[in-house]
């Protein structure tokens, strides 16, 4: 299907979602969906089946296919039986910013690579409460079919707003967003750290860490402590923990 390639991406503006799950959460979100594609077999489970009937509810051309065909179709090792097309949705700060506690906790990644990374940090996003993901400079395509299957489905539910650094740092300095970044060698533990304000955590791509644009405007450099060989952990797994800093801080003093 040609929907694997980012080009076709976005010369359509479409994309595809795969697994019960996330086209579950594709339909609770209101997310368009042009096309629902299902093997004969996926009749036979009811639970399927109510998906199917909800994706017609909202629109979705139905489209039964053999199971040989779906298989090919299908960009998953064990294809769950239903594969959608879906409408990209492109967030713009003002529509995002209207839903904002008065003091916002915002995640911040820069030029991101791996599709699957960003789909592990829009998950631990969702998890963590976030009022909104900003995603500058990407390098990966958010709407990248691996993106969308490591998300779980949190592609759908987190404001995800694409913008450039520049722009980014503009409006948070404009709204007063305390911004922290993390560095080897920065000085301040990040369990340290006060997140009760509105806060922006920023984190960057791991062969190059963030650029000189977020060192030089945070408000905050904080490390995350190693004590093993390794000098870094996995951009995900250093996300996760910065977020739930955060979220123990602010659950903590509520």
Not at 46 to 60: H, N, R, T, W
Not at 142 to 152: E, G, H, K, Q
Not at 217 to 242: K, Q, W
Request: proline share 5%.
């Amino acid at each position: 299907m040609q929907l694997r390639k980012r080009r076709e991406r976005d010369r359509t503006q479409t994309f595809l979602i795969e697994g019960h799950q996330e086209i579950k959460q594709a339909i609770s979100a209101h997310f368009p969906l042009q096309a629902l594609f299902f093997s004969s077999h996926s009749i036979e489970d009811p639970d399927l089946i109510d998906i199917i009937e909800k994706a017609s509810y909202c629109g979705a051309h139905l489209v039964e296919v053999t199971p040989l065909l779906f298989t090919k179709l299908s960009y998953l090792n064990h294809p769950c039986g239903l594969l959608a097309v879906g409408e990209q949705r492109h967030l713009s700060l003002k529509d995002a910013e209207k839903e904002f506690c008065p003091s916002p906790f915002i995640l911040v990644v820069e030029s991101i690579e791996k599709p699957g990374n960003l789909g592990a940090i829009l998950r631990s996003a969702d998890a963590a409460g976030i009022d909104a993901l900003f995603l500058c400079d990407r390098c990966t395509d958010l709407y990248n079919p691996n993106v969308v299957r490591a998300s779980m489905g949190a592609l759908f539910s987190v404001p995800t707003i694409e913008l450039s650094t520049d722009e980014a740092i503009s409006w948070l300095n404009r709204k007063g967003v305390k911004i922290a970044a993390t560095s080897p060698q920065a000085t301040i533990q990040y369990t340290e750290a006060d997140f009760q304000p509105a806060t922006a955590i920023v984190m960057g791509a791991e062969h190059f860490g963030l650029s000189t644009s977020w060192m030089g405007s945070a408000h905050l450099c904080l490390r995350i402590p190693m004590h093993g060989i390794v000098d870094s952990l996995n951009v995900s797994a250093a996300t996760v923990l910065l977020l739930y800093e955060v979220v123990r801080q602010r659950q903590t003093r509520s």
